[in-house]
T-cell receptor, first 112, second 113 residues
Framework: QQQVKQSPQSLIVQKGGISIINCAYENTAFDYFPWYQQFPGKGPALLIAIRPDVSEKKEGRFTISFNKSAKQFSLHIMDSQPGDSATYFCAASINAGNMLTFGGGTRLMVKP | ETGVTQSPTHLIKTRGQQVTLRCSSQSGHNTVSWYQQALGQGPQFIFQYYREEENGRGNFPPRFSGLQFPNYSSELNVNALELDDSALYLC????????????FGPGTRLTVT
């Protein structure tokens, strides 16, 4: 499987701050890049996704930035809240419905 | 709209036994993918079923097998369980063979002793 590398492994942010999680991929055939949020004991929930024809996508407090030439993409969580404390996974696939290759995850803790 | 459901929630098996996990896809979704998530790691793709046919497989041995039924529900079967099979097994459904987002169920926690 082609790798997707995610950093940092863990992140602590103060309430109201910006959380930034980065991912890098190898396979240039990937054309779909989703982010999932997972709470303990639950399945991953789709947060936001981007395709390589745009460099940025924003949905509420969540923004994906995409750099095709660098093969990197990142998730920004603005105005981070304690309820955002969870594990976040980036992923990539060739077409949205196909096999997802996941990063290793980032455990985010937002301190009140 | 009903989301993805999985059963059982958790179970404990002994090494060498066989297990069957079940998944009901989201209403209208005809594609089901199975993932294994070891503790502290990202999910790893096992295989996908589209219209009752296997439509892609990850790096898992043949003792991992699956089925999809006409109502698009699916089963994951694991034979000759090993200790390393202990994990959260996730099912994800999507609409059509490709091109739509995958939505995950809550998972089945399998413990092999």
């Amino acid at each position: 499987q082609q790798q997707v590398k995610q950093s940092p492994q863990s992140l602590i942010v103060q309430k109201g701050g910006i959380s930034i999680i980065n991912c890098a991929y190898e396979n240039t055939a990937f054309d779909y890049f989703p982010w999932y949020q997972q709470f303990p004991g639950k399945g991953p929930a789709l947060l936001i996704a981007i395709r390589p024809d745009v460099s940025e996508k924003k949905e509420g407090r969540f923004t994906i930035s995409f750099n095709k030439s660098a093969k990197q993409f990142s998730l920004h969580i603005m105005d981070s809240q304690p309820g955002d404390s969870a594990t976040y996974f980036c992923a990539a696939s060739i077409n949205a419905g196909n096999m997802l290759t996941f990063g290793g995850g980032t455990r985010l803790m937002v301190k009140p | 709209e009903t989301g993805v459901t999985q059963s059982p929630t958790h179970l404990i098996k002994t090494r060498g036994q066989q297990v069957t996990l079940r998944c009901s896809s989201q209403s209208g979704h005809n594609t089901v993918s199975w993932y294994q998530q070891a503790l502290g790691q990202g999910p790893q793709f096992i295989f996908q079923y589209y219209r009752e046919e296997e439509n892609g497989r990850g790096n898992f041995p043949p003792r991992f097998s699956g089925l999809q039924f006409p109502n698009y529900s699916s089963e994951l079967n694991v034979n000759a369980l090993e200790l390393d099979d202990s994990a959260l097994y996730l099912c994800a459904s999507s609409l059509e063979g490709m091109g739509s987002e995958q939505y995950f169920g809550p998972g089945t926690r399998l413990t092999v002793t």
